[in-house]
């Protein structure tokens, strides 16, 4: 009874666990991370994919900071931006029934249950979308454009 219990425990508390975003390349088109591609030698489209809206936002200006240092670049602007959130809601009211018998020893146990849920679970996922444009020299003052290693610098990975 006890490791039933305990198996419980260790189940809810794995469920309520939140998963913290990971800066990572995406492996497939749907999956977490960031994927890009050159549109020209000096103009990209980036995109992160994450479980929460701040990380895709972060970590797609993260991914373009990384390309503009990595091509040579010394600042990139931000010249279309694009937000998609992909929501995946359960939501209403559940009903579970179970049972289960056992032996143990000399003894023997029946069991059964019956319950009830309320409320909503969702989950889901933001595709933030940028197209950037890289440059070198002074940074223009206009409010879309980036310093790439001050971005390396304030985003970590």
Not at 54 to 67: H, S, V
Request: charged share 15%; net charge positive.
């Amino acid at each position: 009874m006890k490791y039933l219990i305990l198996f419980a425990a260790t189940a809810l508390l794995s469920a309520c666990a939140t998963s913290v975003p990971v800066y990572q390349p995406a492996q497939t088109e749907n999956a977490l991370g960031y994927r890009d591609f050159a549109i020209e030698s000096n103009r990209y489209r980036v995109s992160y994919r994450s479980s929460s809206q701040e990380a895709a936002d972060r970590f797609a200006l993260r991914r373009a900071a990384q390309l503009t240092a990595n091509n040579g670049y010394d600042w990139f602007e931000v010249v279309n931006r694009s937000a998609d959130m992909n929501t995946n809601a359960n939501s209403g009211s559940r009903v579970s029934i179970g049972g289960g018998t056992g032996s143990y020893g000399s003894g023997v146990s029946l069991g059964g249950g019956i319950g009830f849920g309320l409320g909503s679970a969702s989950s889901g996922n933001t595709l933030v979308r940028l197209e950037i444009v890289m440059g070198n020299g002074p940074r223009p003052e206009r409010p879309n454009t980036y310093d790439a290693n001050a971005v390396l610098a304030n985003i970590s990975g």
